[in-house]
């Protein structure tokens, strides 16, 4: 029996760590009915058996309580490793506050508990906690830091901009030796998200090891965030691309308007074989789309073999955002009709573009039906980016009594009462020249919004359009005296560009 427990033991750790093809919601159950047969046969609830079981929870989050209870009655949770997977699988399954009460409970804390702590507060948006456990993990003296610690803070350090704090942690890096590929590319990561891209190209030169394309992939994001669209192009050409690559260039192409290197991008995509990638054919969708030539978008649309909802939305959102809302209802209704055999439901996301079409092409009774068939039909409740589509193609139609009326309704609802649901109420009552309800909006957005510029100008323009021009100049006093000023508009073109990848 003791032969065969052990067996057992580690078929559990094989089904639930080392599958290939790598761990899917089957194979975690195959390594959770392996632990519940073991259990049941009497094996031994040693420490290390409870690893693998809890990477096959986080598969399964509500068994990973009941995987914590057996811990603690078999007193594993006092053992660093099994306490340090269990804070993962928290961590994993957004419950943060039982991860950080597993981190408070372990009476031993080696490098990879702390590791596992900051790495869960960055995951949850806490960058600056994740910095406080950091320097309490140096305070603590017993754990030296590894890669894995200084790639973790300095992902907090992107977040807070703590350039001087990245800054030393570099010196860290430097000082210890360490040129990995993956520091490096945390550096690069780290350096353009502080605006830094300089520095992080300087990381990238100064690399003595062999680069790979994960480490190129940062340098060419770095550059697209920063605006630095010429040397992205350029970093490019420097390496054969995968799917992430291929990403980043048509994100590079969308943000520079540039069509002709979107096109070569789109060539590269099919020549490496990558145009059964629904993922990059959606972004082809989206690059030709924002770059202005819809048909070749829609031929790359009709193209994909599993079209899922970021397909149909984003063709949808393409023709709403070149005012031809005819079209993307059309397209809407065929894939409502398609929904029973393709499997794939609108969203939020879709009902949004779809409002947002119509109220460019004013389908007024389109956009009421897409609304009201939200919930009725589909059980989504209109957030308030939909009330302000809606509210915008009511006021521009002059159904200013229903879009008011269903802003009143609204007031019932606070949560849905956003400064963008007022400026299309404001917009609404600009176009139907109705002062009376525009000053209550007008009151309203400043209480919600006091110190955008971009409300005082609104509110100004509104004045204006009504004859009230002591009311426009009164806001524009108000704008300068409380320092606000309105951003410059600015608009784009694209540059011959010639560039080999």
Known sequence: ???????????????????????????????????????????????????????????????????????????????????????????????????????????????????????????????????????????????????????????????????????????????????????????????????????AFDVFNRLKREKDVAIYNALISACIQNRRFKEAFSVLGLVRPNEITLTCALSACSECLSLSYGRQVHCVMVRHGFDSDTALCNAIVDMYAKCGDLTAGRISFEQIHRKNVVSWTTMVAAYGSHGRGVEAWKLFKRMQEEEISSHVSPNAVTFLSVLSACGHSGLVDEGRECFFAMQSKHGIDPGPEHYACFIYLLGRAGRIEEAWKLYCDLILNPGNLTSAVCIAMLNACKANMDLARGELMARHLLSLDPDNPGSYVLLSNFYAACGQWEGAEYLRRMMKDRGLKKEAGNSQFELPVAIEI
Request: aromatic share 6%; with cysteine; glycine share 6%.
């Open 1 to 199: 029996m003791k032969r065969s427990r052990s067996v057992i033991s580690r078929l559990v750790a094989h089904a639930a760590l080392t599958p290939s093809p790598p761990p899917t919601d089957a194979s975690h159950l195959d390594a959770l009915h392996l632990f519940r047969r073991a259990h049941r046969l009497g094996a031994p609830l040693a420490a290390d058996a409870f690893p693998p079981l809890l990477s096959a929870c986080r598969s399964f989050p509500s068994l990973g309580r009941q995987a914590h209870a057996l811990m603690v009655k078999s007193a594993a949770d006092l053992h660093p490793v099994p306490a340090t997977a269990l804070l993962d699988v928290y961590s994993r399954c957004g419950l943060l506050r039982y991860a950080l009460d597993v981190f408070d409970g372990m009476s031993v804390r080696d490098s990879i508990a702390w590791n596992a702590l900051i790495s869960c507060l960055v995951r949850h948006g806490l960058p600056a906690d994740a910095i406080s456990a950091f320097r309490a993990m140096a305070v603590d003296g017993g754990s030296p830091f590894t890669g894995v610690t200084l790639c973790s803070v300095l992902k907090a350090c992107a977040s807070l901009r703590a350039a001087r704090l990245g800054k030393q942690i570099h010196s860290r890096v430097i000082g210890d030796g360490n040129d990995s590929l993956v520091t490096a590319t945390a550096l690069i990561d780290f350096y353009s998200g502080c605006g830094m891209i300089q520095e």
